[in-house]
């Protein structure tokens, strides 16, 4: 079964810097979210979408903005990059806002 | 206080033995209930979803929830080595707008 599929897997930027994350739902999933995961933390939600439309907002920096676009993709637009944004970030998808699903994560690290 | 709250651990259970993950949340409208697992440095994986009050049993794992009380748990039978996760304790909480909410995990150590 197809399922979250995130891009890159790791990243590696320097402070003050610019990345970019994407994220491809499970096909016919509805919504999409975004979380960040520090070290030894719980996901923190930070910006969803349903229906290529934002949904909900969490402790998402100003420094981040997302988008959906029409084929359902998502990316996490990150600028002003800080060391304290260094973490796991995932994407994951829902139907309905049943079960959420997480992609494999992307590994940012700020240096 | 969170809106989920787990036992952080960690929790060492021998092999073989019963272990038992509590977690509890703020919302009472909460009607969507999850654990998921999640090994170091890979995403949370989906075990088990709970809806309505009661047990639910797939497999080894069973999930209990009390709405009254504000309470779900994660009993895992027969304890493995392989099981020895962070698990995470998620709600569905509709007072903010159907966003998932997470407890910090609870890290299982399952001793051979």
């Known amino acids: 079964a197809a399922g979250v599929i995130q891009s890159p897997r790791h990243l590696i930027k320097e402070k003050r810097e610019t990345a970019t994350l994407k994220c491809y739902p499970i096909?016919?999933?509805?919504?999409v979210y975004w979380y960040q995961q520090g070290p030894g933390q719980d996901p923190q939600f930070l910006i969803s979408?349903?229906?290529?439309?934002?949904?909900d907002k969490g402790s998402i920096p100003d420094r981040f903005s997302a988008q959906q676009f029409s084929d359902y993709h998502s990316e996490l637009n990150m600028s002003s990059l800080e060391l304290g944004d260094s973490a796991l970030y995932f994407c994951a998808s829902s139907f309905q806002d049943e079960k959420l699903f997480f992609g494999s994560g992307t590994q940012l690290s700020v240096l | 206080q969170k809106e989920v709250e787990q036992n952080s651990g960690p929790l060492s259970v021998p092999e073989g033995a019963i272990a038992s993950l509590n977690c509890t949340y703020s919302d009472r409208g909460s009607q969507s209930f999850f654990w998921y697992r999640q090994y170091s440095g890979k995403s949370p994986e989906l075990i088990m979803s709970?809806?309505?009050?009661g047990d639910k049993e797939d497999g080894r794992f069973t999930a209990q929830l009390n709405k009254a009380s504000q309470y779900v748990s994660l009993l895992i039978r027969d304890s493995q080595p392989s099981d020895s996760a962070t698990y995470l304790c998620a709600v569905n909480m509709l007072i903010t707008g159907n966003q998932f909410y997470f407890g910090t995990g609870t890290s299982l150590t399952v001793i051979p």
């Open positions: 709970i809806y309505s009050n």
């Open positions: 096909p016919r999933h509805d919504t």
């Open positions: 979408f349903y229906e290529k439309m934002q949904s």
